[in-house]
């Protein structure tokens, strides 16, 4: 059952963070000339959606399993 969430859980975080790296980048590049500040800021945004989902997900998935 672990390996089940754990795929679960990465599957819809890697998902998450490309949507947020996706929408994140379009709405940065029309505000900054150069496309380095955008991208970069673009990827943080991912790593911070792709952590707090997975967060969240395990999060859920243990305390749903307890009951």
């Known amino acids: ?17 490309l949507c947020a790296f996706i929408i994140t980048y379009g709405e940065y590049l029309k505000h900054y000339p150069d ?12 790593l911070a959606a792709f952590l ?4 969240l997900s395990l999060v ?3 305390v749903t399993n307890l009951f």
């Open 1 to 17: 059952m672990l390996l089940f969430y754990i795929v679960i859980v990465g599957t819809f975080s890697i998902l998450a963070a």
């Open 35 to 46: 496309k380095k500040k955008p991208l970069k800021m673009a990827i943080q945004t991912a």
């Open 52 to 55: 707090l989902f997975t967060l």
């Open 60 to 62: 859920i998935a243990f």
